[in-house]
Every structure is written in C-alpha cells, then in structure tokens.
C-alpha cells in the first residue's frame, strides 16, 4: 500500500553552515551531505521537535475539535528555526523558545548544527523512499537579500529566492501557487487565496514524501463499504483493508489505547495511537516524546489481524494567528527586522498558511510503477489472532527512523471529510 503526501507550508528558508550540495553524474542526480560530528544536540533534538508538535496539536484539537488534523511537525520546526537565523537576537531567543529550546543549555550554534544535520539527512536519496524537504522565499522586488544569504540557501538547502512584484496581487499569486504545485507534482493547487495588497514576504516550504509498505494490502481483501464510528452519533461508510500480518503493537493500560508500528520498505514507518472509546483527550494530553520513549521500549512483534479504512484527508491551517498565540508575535509586528536577510528595513512576515493533502490506498494516487507483490492464498480455517480495527478517530505519526522525527502528525476524525 504506497502512501502519497504533498505538503506545502509558507514559512521561511536560511544560511548555514553545513555543505549539502547536488552533483550530477553518469547516474543521474546525487546528494552528497558532509555531516558534523555528533553532539549532545542532535539527540535531543528528536525529543525537543517532538513535544514542539504535541504541543502544536493540542492547540490544533482546540481550534478544532471535531474535525481531522493533519500537519509536518519537522517542516514547522526546521523551518521556524530557519526564520530564526535572519532575524535580530531577541527575536530569535523568542522563536527558538517557543520551539522548546533553553539557550542557556544549548548554544545557538548546536542548534544551528542539529538542525542542518537533520534537514541534511531527510534529504539523503534512498532507494523506495522520496522524502524531500525544500524552501522557496518569495520577497518584494523593491528589497534586496543580501548575496550570503541567497547563495547559501540556494547551495546548502535547495531554496530559491524569487524577486516577486506584489503591487499586482493576482500575478504574485499565481506565481507563489505555480511554484508550489510544481514542487508537489500539481498536488497541492491554490495554496494561496487571498494575499494581501501590502505583502512584503512569502515563505513556502515543501515536503514530498511517497513510500510503500513493507506489509502491502491485497487489493481483492478490500471491503468496499464498512462503517466508521465518528462519533456516539455519527457513523460514515468508508473502504476497508484487511490483512493477517506480523507487526510490532502493544496495548497501554496507563492511557487506555492501542498502538500500531507499520513500517515503510525503508527507513520510515507510521505510529498509529487507537484510544478506547471515549478516551481520546485523555491520550492526546499525555502525548510527548516521553510517551514515544516508553511505546519503543514496549512494543512487542506478534500476529495481527488488521483492518486499515482506505481515505484522503487534507487539511489547512494559517498558522500565523497559531504562532503569535504561542508567542513568536516579532517576525509579524511593524518593527521586525531581519538583519541576517537583508539590509533593507520593513520587512515583515506576511503569511504563514500550512496545507497537507493525504492519500492511503493499497497502490496509492498516482500511475506509478509498483513492484508486483504476490499474496499467497490463504487457508479456510485460520488461526484467531488479536484483533486491531480502525474503526473510529485514531491518531497518526509518520517517522523517519534514522533522525526519528516526525515527519507528519495528525487524527483521522471521519476518513470521509475532504
């Protein structure tokens, strides 16, 4: 079961340090990425993004409680923290703080170094995984980025800067939404609606990632239409997939909940949390990177029959109003200044949207070429094996195995909410 995503989010690219550079050969296009040494940062820094997100969604389930939340928790984190790096130094202490990080303990450039070597090795190609994260800076034509900063961004992060004329509003957006319906293979369209007549800045930022399981669905188990309770009231019909297979899983006591590792064929894998009925906000309160600690050390491999609902969610998100309520407010405000961007004075954040759109199928949205699986048929009689069965709202975690960072974090409400 391949599983698509495109992403888009407005949110700001940097300078830096680390050298991640392509390199054209007989082979095509490769990556090549010279890593720092370790440190003490690049450990926590899983752990710091990953209550960074579990605090982003409980302010998502507030603002919205009863519908599907679907976001990049490693694109909002690497990217605010990329923000940081042109702004002056009282801004910056107030993002990367809102970003979980005491300045006191870590210096600023452990961080810088964490996060380039994060960023850098989600970028790495793998052979049945595309994950790939990219910037593009859309800044007005009357401002001048300083050279540095285009050039290093350009070289060690893949992000453009476009000279962009916002007197013409419709122009400049089309422009914006082109660019990121390029990136995303005309997946997501018309990110932006409705940009401002004094729009200084854009930032966008993109994530690509495609995989297939390691444990892929037979097609011709697919139910076509079983029920998903939403709610004590509501119930949907959705398509179904079903299969016996091996899979790490446990069933917490302490929070009331299931949990389902489904691994990609490579270097990837989704968290699935399924609450007892009535016990979702009780898990989703006690989501953190402790709790993600405690499930990989319990997790136990067995048989499972499983039934997975075949759906798309999307979800859009101005994470501006989001963030100033967590308390970056400067990069908005009149006076903001990026000193590390530009030379030029007023300049401002102007938007940032968050948009994600999430296909799960057995053979995925795309006319892509598959490796053929066979399933062997199985028995009449076979063995009775604990039951998982997504059959009401559950959460989900897509993770990189190898930074373990969160790559996509989100509830699926009702499967059938566009």
Not at 96 to 103: D, Q
Not at 284 to 309: C, D, I, Y
Not at 322 to 335: H, P, R, S, V, Y
Request: aromatic share 10%; glycine share 4%; net charge negative.
């Amino acid at each position: 079961m391949p599983q698509f995503l495109y992403l888009a989010l407005l949110t700001l690219g940097l300078h830096a340090t680390i050298y991640c550079a392509s390199l054209n050969s007989s082979e095509g296009k490769v990556t090549t990425c010279h890593l720092p040494q370790q440190n003490a940062t690049l450990y926590k820094m899983s752990s710091i993004n990953a209550d960074f997100a579990f605090n982003l969604y409980r302010r998502f389930t507030v603002e919205a409680p009863n519908r599907n939340i679907f976001f990049s928790p490693v694109s909002i984190s690497a990217s605010l923290a990329m923000l940081s790096f042109g702004t002056c130094p009282s801004t910056q202490t107030q993002i990367l703080e809102v970003l979980g990080f005491n300045l006191t303990d870590t210096p600023m450039s452990e961080i810088q170094q964490g996060f380039q070597h994060l960023i850098c090795s989600l970028n790495l190609p793998k052979k049945e995984l595309e994950l790939q994260m990219g910037n593009a800076l859309f800044i007005g034509k009357q401002l001048k980025p300083l050279a540095k900063f285009s050039n290093d961004v350009k070289t060690l992060y893949e992000t453009e800067v476009f000279s962009t004329d916002f007197s013409n509003i419709s122009v400049a957006q089309e422009e914006i939404n082109s660019h990121v319906a390029k990136q995303t293979k005309g997946k997501v369209v018309g990110l932006i609606q409705d940009l401002k007549p004094n729009t200084i800045m854009v930032l966008v930022s993109y994530i690509h990632f495609k995989a297939q399981w390691a444990n892929p669905f037979d097609p011709s188990k697919t139910e076509e239409s079983s029920s998903f309770l939403v709610d004590k009231t509501t119930m949907v019909r959705v398509p179904r997939m079903h299969q016996m297979e091996q899979y790490y899983y446990l069933v917490d006591m302490e929070l009331n909940c299931t949990v389902l590792q489904m691994d990609y064929s490579e270097s990837s894998l989704a968290l699935i949390v399924l609450p007892k009925e009535g016990q979702m906000e009780w898990v989703e309160a006690a989501m953190s990177s402790k709790t993600l600690k405690k499930w990989n050390r319990l997790l136990q491999k067995g048989w499972v029959e499983l039934f997975v609902p075949k759906f798309s969610i999307s979800a859009t998100y101005d994470l501006g109003a989001m963030l100033l309520k967590m308390g970056i407010q400067d990069t908005f405000a009149e006076n903001a200044a990026f000193p590390g961007l530009t030379e030029d004075s007023g300049l401002k954040l102007s938007n940032v949207a968050h948009k994600n759109v999430l296909h799960i199928g057995e053979k995925g949205t795309e006319a892509v070429a598959v490796p053929e699986v066979r399933f062997l048929d199985q028995p009449d009689v076979t063995p009775s094996y604990p039951i998982i069965q997504l059959d009401r709202p559950f959460l989900l975690l897509i993770l990189e195995k190898n930074t373990r960072s969160i790559l996509f974090l989100g509830k699926v409400v009702d499967p059938t909410q566009v």
